[in-house]
């Protein structure tokens, strides 16, 4: 699968989980809103669940699932004990909230079967790097569409028109790291300090070229960066972002890297912030040649690297 280098979009496994409860024994709740959790903000991926069962002969069935100013509603069709009775489709409609105020911003049909409406049914959303979007179902989970998710995250509810025995109630989440920042107070105050230091691998560093495995990656632009002493971090160098990206998501004078020393000359151990903020460790690694010309960046299980040249300190 493609990385915009370096964007990782692998299903990896969550590591912040909020909630997950599987009810062996159905917990009955009233009609109205029952609160599953909440999300933080900087979600990197998401995935939000509701399974229930509502009075199967009761009309006008509905229930929802609620991610911050995001709701989707199943309106399930009414059961019938005619062994011919034909299930209509069910209508889906997604709306944002705010306030007092409604938007709907789509209605959708999805064909159920005759256990689908009588017994337990799921609302679920499925968020990752990419796209968040929204499946409903019985027996099987059926796609509906792609909905937003909003990456500041806010309360996740459910709600139900009648009495309800719920099976499931889910709001797991994995969150991107906070952004780190070079303690600058401006860009002109970092190449300031760059020209004016006499540290050998404190430098600017221009895109040079790539080699890149098409199949397992893709270059997120032709970056120009600073390598600066960590503050923080003895012995080690901060990567920091000046231009050249090609979206909106790194902003200069973030800390997208750090070079950790080893014990061979010239050769750095590589932490790096992809494209959307998730850190990347281990089995990367970043050399300097021994005329301080050239940086290489490698990462070696996607078959990849790219070079930087030095730049004069007062460019």
Same mark, same amino acid.
């Given at each position: 699968?493609?990385?915009?280098?370096?964007?990782?979009?692998?299903?990896?496994?969550?590591?912040?989980?909020?909630?997950?409860?599987?009810?062996?024994?159905?917990?009955?709740? !009233? /009609? =109205?809103?029952?609160?599953?959790? @909440?999300?933080?903000?900087?979600?990197?991926?998401?995935? *939000?669940?509701?399974? +229930?069962?509502?009075?199967?002969?009761?009309?006008?069935?509905?229930?929802?699932?609620?991610?911050?100013?995001?709701?989707?509603?199943?309106f399930i069709p009414d059961w019938s004990e005619d062994p011919l009775y034909l299930v209509p489709e069910a209508a889906v409609r997604v709306d944002t909230l705010a306030g007092d105020s409604t938007r709907t911003l789509g209605n959708y049909s999805v064909r159920l079967s005759?256990?689908?409406?009588?017994?337990?049914?799921?609302?679920?959303?499925?968020?990752?790097?990419?796209?968040?979007?929204?499946?409903?179902?019985?027996?099987?989970?059926?796609?509906?569409?792609?909905?937003?998710?909003? !990456? /500041? =995250?806010?309360?996740?509810?459910? @709600?139900?028109?009648?009495?309800?025995?719920?099976?499931? *109630?889910?709001?797991? +989440?994995?969150?991107?790291?906070?952004?780190?920042?070079?303690?600058?107070?401006?860009?002109?105050?970092?190449?300031?300090?760059?020209?004016?230091?006499?540290?050998?691998?404190?430098?600017?560093?221009?895109?040079?070229d790539r080699d890149i495995d098409p199949a397992l990656a893709s270059v997120g632009g032709r970056y120009r960066l600073a390598t600066v002493k960590s503050p923080s971090?003895?012995?080690?160098?901060?990567?920091?972002?000046?231009?050249?990206?090609?979206?909106?998501?790194?902003?200069?004078?973030?800390?997208?890297?750090?070079?950790?020393?080893?014990?061979?000359?010239?050769?750095?151990?590589?932490?790096?912030?992809?494209?959307?903020?998730?850190?990347?460790?281990?089995?990367?690694?970043?050399?300097?040649?021994?005329?301080?010309?050239?940086?290489?960046?490698?990462?070696?299980?996607?078959?990849?690297?790219?070079?930087?040249?030095?730049?004069?300190?007062?460019?």
């Amino acid at each position: 699968m493609k990385h915009a280098l370096l964007s990782l979009v692998l299903a990896l496994a969550f590591t912040a989980a909020a909630r997950d409860d599987w009810f062996d024994k159905p917990l009955e709740a !009233p /009609a =109205g809103t029952v609160e599953v959790d @909440s999300l933080g903000c900087n979600i990197d991926r998401a995935m *939000l669940q509701v399974r +229930a069962t509502l009075p199967r002969k009761a009309r006008g069935r509905a229930m929802s699932l609620r991610w911050g100013s995001v709701n989707a509603t199943l309106f399930i069709p009414d059961w019938s004990e005619d062994p011919l009775y034909l299930v209509p489709e069910a209508a889906v409609r997604v709306d944002t909230l705010a306030g007092d105020s409604t938007r709907t911003l789509g209605n959708y049909s999805v064909r159920l079967s005759h256990a689908d409406i009588s017994g337990p049914i799921s609302i679920k959303v499925v968020a990752d790097g990419h796209s968040a979007r929204l499946y409903v179902g019985g027996e099987y989970q059926q796609y509906v569409a792609a909905v937003p998710l909003d !990456p /500041a =995250g806010g309360r996740v509810t459910a @709600s139900f028109s009648h009495k309800a025995k719920i099976q499931r *109630l889910s709001a797991e +989440a994995r969150y991107l790291p906070v952004p780190e920042y070079a303690t600058f107070a401006s860009i002109d105050a970092l190449m300031a300090y760059l020209c004016s230091s006499a540290d050998i691998n404190e430098a600017v560093w221009d895109y040079l070229d790539r080699d890149i495995d098409p199949a397992l990656a893709s270059v997120g632009g032709r970056y120009r960066l600073a390598t600066v002493k960590s503050p923080s971090r003895p012995g080690t160098y901060d990567i920091v972002y000046l231009s050249g990206a090609d979206t909106s998501r790194r902003e200069p004078g973030r800390i997208i890297g750090h070079l950790s020393p080893t014990i061979f000359i010239g050769t750095y151990v590589l932490d790096w912030y992809d494209a959307r903020g998730r850190l990347l460790t281990g089995d990367q690694d970043a050399q300097i040649t021994p005329d301080h010309a050239i940086l290489t960046l490698r990462w070696p299980l996607l078959r990849s690297q790219l070079r930087f040249s030095r730049s004069p300190k007062n460019k």
